[in-house]
């Protein structure tokens, strides 16, 4: 048999790679606040779980059902993925530096926090997400059928969401709201591996062991342009009456990111290697790429250029954090002197 040619979720994680970028930048900002709103806070939420819902899918295509291999495989990707957080928390000590973060406000508890719920830095959030949401996906994975995965794992993005884009539902139940401020006290956000991630692994993980829906490229395109509408329309109405203390979660997040994915598939493209692992690294770098653009802009005198054109700005970071992970795989493929390897956070 052929392998499965999965070019489309290589070409989906890049997109969700720049949206990322997109949700740090603000590309529209300096045109239309409204126009900005609707794409950096709203559209850009599908990025994230596009990361997540394509790594269940490809972990779990591995796990056969035999202990050993399927712990082999499970331990041996969460060594890579601690491995790579690890090397980006040292990366950004000099920004942080820079940032006071040594120094306002910092405990031996507030860096054991960082390091297992929010990240070091405002984007590494998501490693230790992806390694407890993939511990607890595994465990229900094992131990309970898909149907009560699902299920159990609904169940915590629903006490996420009332932590999140939904907390002004429950802010004036006491009881509640002391359940939540102590959660809070051991994580910033609601939006972490135990309660945001685990869902759309799962979802993955269901889509890896079923089979492929019969429907047509534009069905699952409509399905997924109708599904984000809902969630601009969710996400618009919440911030309107003042419901979020965060806006990471929404309800319509999980249809659509899930006809995207499924589009995806479907997509005729190819990749290789190395594009696969320009993607991680754009996500890991891009915030350096951040501050190269504005100290760049500033030293030549381009503040106007580069800085307040918000989408030239944009273009700009998107266009260095692509040069800068092109330039460290070469470099990681010519140390280790073989071709650049497969991601360790999205596999294949």
Known sequence: MSKPNFGGLDWLKFVAALLVVANHTSPLLSYSAAADFLLSNLLTRI??????????????????????????VLRGY?????????????????????????????????????????????????????????CITVFMYRTMSMKAMLAATGFLYVVGLLGDSYYGIVRDAEGIVRVYEGMFTVFDYSRNGLFYAPIFLAIGAWAAKQRPPERTPFANAALFAGSLGMMVAEGTLLHTA???????????????????????LQWKVRSNAAFREWRVWIYILHPLAIV??????????????????SLLHYAAVCAVSIGMSS????LLAIRRNRPAPVSPIIME
């Open 242 to 264: 003042g419901i979020p203390r965060h806006d990471s979660m929404y309800v319509f997040a999980l249809p659509a990111t899930y006809f995207l994915f499924q589009w995806a």
């Open 78 to 134: 969460l060594l890579r993925t601690w491995k790579l957080y690890a090397t980006a928390i040292l990366l950004y000590v000099p920004l942080n530096l820079y940032a006071g973060y040594f120094f306002d406000s910092f405990t031996a508890y507030s860096m054991i926090k960082d390091i297992v719920f929010d990240g070091t830095f405002y984007h590494l959030w998501y490693l230790p997400a992806l390694i407890a949401g993939l």
């Open 327 to 330: 330039v460290t795989v070469w």
């Open 292 to 309: 190269l653009v504005r100290g760049a802009a500033k030293a030549l005198q381009l503040e106007r250029l580069f800085i307040s054109n």
């Open 47 to 72: 990025a994230v779980p596009v990361f997540f819902m394509t790594t269940g899918f490809l972990m779990f295509r591995k796990l056969t059902g035999d202990p050993l291999t399927d712990q082999q």
